[in-house]
């Protein structure tokens, strides 16, 4: 089986796959040099026990039938066509790289506006965004648009004390910027309320309880009257921000708030600086429906509006996978709306049985799991459980002798029709060289480990 993306949803199929499935061999093909996806680049630094989950992957890398193969971009250096001939099956797990955009006024042309994605690859050091230079410095107002976990993971950045992060495997070019950063205030907006917002409790608790920052108080109209009530996750979230933080705006010298039923209609430029943000008009929004507390319900624009100050600002909507080039020609229907890969849930690629059909049929050998299934949502657990079941429908479908692909021998047969170019291919052995220099710069920092940031330092390496 070739495994396509070497993040949380290629490894823990991977493991089920050959836990499930005896003999069988995976070959992991992931486009830069080194593993792990999202826990590599996503996580945040200040999360060390997230990445618990290495140790597993590295375990699975460990077995005489996994092969890793680094720096092969499949779809353009290796083509998917080819690859068909050398498998039984395909599965694809390259999660999500484009961001979503806000499709407002100005969001491409003024400067201080940033996808949080990208700053959060900035920080983490992948090579793709290590060259973003965010202006920390333009001004002390900076405003999230979105307010899911990797909002206020882009929050907690901003306002945590850099002396903290200094112990992080956090690049030291992020670390230098936000030592000069001038950003004393964050609002973190969302067009709906308290009650839909999809932020978790533990983020929330976190930026609560930074020293000397403090928290915007929410009305108590956002919130349910009876937070008792509710189900025990929705009550304890609720009960946190009606607490609030131990210290209001006026009283710490950094501060935070969360903004609900607001949509950003136009990001306006600073009239001394025309090319730089000054602040953004947002709609203000009421809840549909009879109960419109209901985790649920939608939000309608009204025609008042806010305008709010700001010289920085993040959007942080949502991610969407990408077609790989090539996919159209094994059949396969990629969603483009939703970027997802069609499928039936449980992993395995759907076709369009003909163009005037809406009828999926299944594609025998080709199967996908992660964001790239489902779209991208949830933390790493809900990624794994996603992972195990499409594990259980390749090995479903292995049992009852369902077809497949006819290929055999994969990487060592295809290597020698492939990457003709001469291009260095990344083993495991590879990966752990460049993994043991890493953790060597950063000791010499007294951090974990101080990350390559660009392909060209990783391969240097194995020269």
């Known amino acids: 089986m070739a495994v396509i993306g070497s993040g949380p949803a290629g490894f823990y199929t991977a493991y089920k796959v050959m836990a499930n499935i005896e003999n069988a061999i995976v070959d992991m093909y992931e486009q830069l040099p080194v593993p792990y996806g999202l826990v590599r680049f996503g996580v945040a630094p200040d999360h060390p026990e997230v990445k618990k989950c290495e140790e597993k992957f590295a375990e699975v890398a460990s077995s ?59 920080y983490n050091g992948l090579p793709e965004h290590a060259r973003l230079s965010p202006d920390l410095e333009a001004g002390e107002e ?24 200094r112990k992080t495997d956090m690049t030291d070019h992020a670390l230098s910027a936000l030592s000069k950063s001038r950003v004393r205030r964050v609002r973190v907006v969302g067009r709906r309320g308290p009650m839909q917002a999809s932020f978790t409790i533990k983020e929330v608790r976190e930026l609560m309880k930074l020293p000397l920052v403090g928290f915007g108080p929410i009305k108590s109209d956002l919130l349910p009257p009876n937070i008792s009530e509710l189900p025990r996750t929705a009550k304890r979230l609720m ?22 039923l ?62 790989l080039p090539g996919m ?35 594609i025998p050998g080709i199967y996908c799991s992660g964001w790239v299934k489902r779209g991208p949502a949830g933390v790493i657990a809900n990624t794994m459980e996603d992972a195990f079941a499409t594990a259980a429908a390749i090995t ?26 001469g291009q260095k ?26 990350k390559f940031t660009s392909t060209q330092q990783m391969l240097q390496v194995l020269d």
């Open 64 to 122: 005489s039938r996994f092969n890793f193969l680094g720096n092969v971009d499949v779809g353009k250096d290796l083509s998917l066509s080819l690859m068909k001939n050398h498998y039984n099956a395909l599965l694809f797990a390259y999660g999500a790289s484009k961001d979503r955009l806000l499709g407002i006024p100005s969001e491409d042309t003024l400067k201080g506006i940033y996808s949080a994605r990208a700053f959060v690859g900035w």
């Open 142 to 165: 900076a405003i999230i648009i979105g307010q899911g976990n990797v909002a206020l993971d882009v929050a907690r950045t901003l306002l945590t004390d850099v002396d903290h992060l």
């Open 239 to 260: 009960q946190l921000l009606s607490q609030g933080a131990s210290l209001l705006p006026g009283d710490a010298p950094r501060s935070w708030s969360l903004d609900f």
């Open 262 to 323: 607001l949509s950003p209609k136009s990001f306006n430029n600073n009239e001394v600086m025309p090319h730089n943000l000054s602040s953004i008009t947002f709609v203000k929004n009421l809840l549909e429906g009879m109960d419109p507390l209901n985790s649920s319900a939608k939000a309608i624009s009204t025609e008042e509006y806010e305008v709010l100050p700001a010289s920085l600002a993040f959007r942080s909507i949502g991610y969407k996978s990408e077609p």
């Open 328 to 362: 159209k020609e094994l059949g396969m229907h990629f969603d483009v709306d939703r970027g997802i890969i069609s499928n039936d849930l449980n992993g395995r690629a759907t076709a369009q049985s003909s163009s005037n059909s809406k009828t999926l049929s299944v």
């Open 396 to 421: 479903s479908d292995w049992e009852r002798k369902a077809p497949f692909l006819n290929g055999v021998q994969g990487w060592d047969l295809l290597k020698k029709e492939a990457m003709s170019s």
């Open 425 to 450: 291919t990344v083993s495991w052995n590879d990966w752990m060289k460049i993994d043991a220099a890493e953790k060597q710069r950063g000791k010499m920092k007294g951090k974990e480990r101080e």
